[in-house]
């Protein structure tokens, strides 16, 4: 039996909690509250085939939800992160650190179940649990204590890259599905391989630099990392090097893009670590690895290939290649793009670039203040390895660690991933997205970025 298309305060008028303060019984109060809500939610046909007055009922019941939510963490995030880590003595991934949130305070975070669930639908048939994880961790980012342990808890390696160290220091080659990764004259060269659709990136992507990077900073025989876009498969770009494409925005619009294990986790994970370095438990003088890193650009750097020149040591740009960050015609926040344009370049030309969708060509004056060299395309290869010799200097290490204090200190960076983490799960599901990527067919959506056609 569903609900009737009746208003929905005549079908939700379970009274909010009043939280006292005490977790335990302010945890009582939202798991019951939120029972009662998901009991009502479960009668409720599935988002596609709901009336307009069954949608208003659903709308409200969720929306009441995450103001509880909310508030409960307003009292408790410092506590709530405590009891999830014992102590502060566990380290936990995005993901299992929400999951466990589930489990230990039901009714604060979707369950795995009720991921799993949405996982399957189209973006703009999800009822957007994705913004309950981005309350909590909201909320664990901007509690200075549990949000400086979550984020250094964030900088030691994958499972994945632990399991593959031994073979990559012995062989110095691996391939990752959509990066392959090789050290050559004690450079790692970690190169974006999603041939197919320009480098956009995807889950998999995510995963697979995050466990290059790892590599490359685990590896001892490696002083310097690369980054560098592959030779891709698509017709106009028919064997060219091409940086990345930015955001797979068919995944958006299909529901494939994880807001956790891709958008959080690219910022706090993989990108963070090219900046801050990887933690192990057996470093000394100081507990992380840290290495320089080049990024070479290969005809273009579009959305989050673009973010990723920001966390480099140095930038080597093709004379015909360009720069964008296309997030006003997407609609969602460019990553940490806001935060580091706008140190590197001023904010008057990151608002051209972000809010107005300014493309930068290499070849501009302004793209120097993202670019460190701008050379024949023909010259990259030299180029890049010139540069990647320069930064193997003894001394590179200590000077860029103390340059990233004093550009972009922890406390600061926590602070606007907090924010972060809140506007860009309000930014998935909100109703101009959902339009816009529900224009991308299969297999566009890097061309529609490049004007260019399959």
């Known amino acids: 039996m569903t609900v009737s298309a009746a208003p929905a305060a005549e079908q939700w008028s379970t009274p909010a909690p009043v939280f006292s303060g005490s977790l335990p019984a ?36 969720i929306d009441d939800q995450r103001r509880m939510r909310s508030a409960f963490l307003r009292h408790h995030a410092q506590q709530v992160y405590e009891e999830l880590t014992g102590g502060l003595r566990e380290q936990h991934s995005l993901s299992d650190l929400v999951f466990a949130a589930a489990e230990a305070f039901p009714g604060l975070a979707p369950t795995s179940a009720q991921m799993a669930a949405e ?31 979550l984020l250094q808890a ?65 590896d001892d025989s490696v002083r310097v990392g690369v980054l560098r876009g592959g030779k891709m498969t698509h017709p106009r770009y028919q064997g060219r090097r091409v940086f990345c494409a930015g955001i797979n925005l068919v995944d958006l619009h299909q529901g494939r893009i994880s807001y956790v294990d891709f958008l959080l986790r690219r910022e706090l994970g993989y990108i963070h670590k090219l900046i801050r370095g990887v933690r192990t438990d057996d470093a000394w003088p100081r507990p992380v690895v840290e290495k320089p890193w080049v ?55 990151s608002r051209q670039v972000i809010l107005s969708g300014r493309k930068l060509w290499a070849h501009e004056p302004e793209a120097r203040l993202v670019c460190d060299e701008v050379v024949d395309p023909k010259l990259m290869d030299a180029a890049v390895r010139a540069a990647a010799a320069r930064l193997a200097s003894p001394a590179v290490v200590a000077n860029r660690h103390m340059i990233n204090l004093a550009e972009e200190p922890v406390d600061r960076f926590r602070a606007y991933a907090a924010e972060f983490a809140l506007e860009q799960a309000l930014r998935l599901y909100s109703t101009d997205v959902i339009d816009k990527v529900g224009r991308f067919s299969v297999g566009t959506s890097a061309d529609r970025r490049t004007g260019t056609k399959s």
Request: hydrophobic content about 45%; proline content about 4%.
């Open 295 to 349: 990024a070479a650009v290969d005809t273009f750097a579009i959305g989050g290939g673009m973010q990723l020149l920001f966390a480099a040591d140095h930038v080597v740009c093709a004379a015909d290649a360009y720069l964008s960050l296309p997030a006003a015609q997407e609609g969602i926040v460019p990553g940490m793009a806001n935060l580091r344009l706008t140190s590197l370049a001023g904010g008057r030309l």
């Open 26 to 61: 302010d945890a009582e109060a939202l798991t019951t509250y939120a029972a009662e809500a998901e009991k009502l939610l479960g009668r409720l046909p599935v988002k596609p085939d709901r009336t307009p007055g069954q949608q208003q009922v659903a709308a409200e019941v």
């Open 119 to 149: 996982r399957g639908l189209c973006q703009a048939d999800k009822d957007g649990r994705e913004i309950d994880q981005g309350i909590f961790f909201h909320a664990m980012l901007a509690s200075p204590q549990a949000g400086t342990h």
């Open 154 to 218: 964030l900088l030691r390696p994958t499972r994945r890259a632990t399991s593959l160290i031994g073979e990559f220091s012995r062989t110095g080659s691996l391939r990752l599905g959509t990066v392959t990764l090789e050290r050559v004259d004690g450079a790692a060269h970690v190169t974006m391989c999603n041939g197919r659709f320009l480098n956009a990136e995807d889950n998999q992507l995510v995963d697979d630099l995050e466990t290059a990077v790892d590599l490359a900073l685990l």
